[in-house]
């Protein structure tokens, strides 16, 4: 996007944070899987409760054998978007973890696999890719579509792929792609607990 980022931080940090974004505008270049593969390995290192990695990331290259089934799991208005994709990426979370030889309940293996998200999400920012992702997809039938295990969630969808140009989106498309902004740290952000009232 070659239009001003208008995101100004009220603290100095590193700018891949004001740089992300979740455009809807792609190119249909498919990803190259060595490509993806980098993304993945970023996703890889991410902290997780006791070691246990329980994020899971299942792909859809553009025009491979599995992209219409990964497809035609999105909900139309984000089919509508996502035809221009180059990868679609469901992320799984596995709801249990190691304990010795058995198996626990893992209260944080959302927040674990949000975190391997946001990796992943970043290194494809830095590799020239962007990524978009989704709720909104039929989450009654992608846990059987998809062969998904017992005891595993399905947390979100991504669609993956070079955003269009800035100079090249119609009127509509610039509105649509504009950088939105965040909540000030004053509305989530409290020392010693929550604001009495």
Do not use: C
Request: hydrophobic share 40%.
């Amino acid at each position: 996007m070659t239009a001003e980022n208008p995101r100004r931080p009220d603290h100095p940090i590193d700018p891949l944070f004001v740089e992300r974004r979740s455009p809807r505008a792609f190119t249909g270049e498919r990803v190259p899987e060595a490509e993806l593969m980098r993304m993945f390995e970023a996703a890889r290192w991410s902290p997780s409760s006791y070691n246990s990695q329980p994020w899971r990331f299942l792909y859809a290259l553009r025009d491979d054998a599995n992209w219409e089934t990964f497809f035609g799991l999105l909900v139309p208005a984000n089919q509508k978007w996502a035809a221009g994709t180059g990868a679609i990426v469901y992320l799984v979370s596995n709801e249990r973890m190691k304990a010795g030889d058995d198996l626990k309940p893992s209260p944080s293996h959302s927040l674990d696999a949000g975190a391997a998200s946001l990796a992943f999400q970043l290194q494809a920012n830095r590799q020239g890719w962007h990524v978009h992702g989704m709720g909104g997809f039929d989450r009654a039938r992608a846990p059987t579509v998809l062969n998904v295990p017992e005891h595993h969630t399905i947390e979100a969808a991504y669609g993956v792929g070079r955003a269009v140009a800035y100079a090249d989106l119609d009127a509509e498309q610039r509105t649509k792609e504009a950088h939105n902004g965040r909540r000030p740290i004053t509305e989530f952000v409290f020392a010693g607990g929550f604001p009495a009232g």
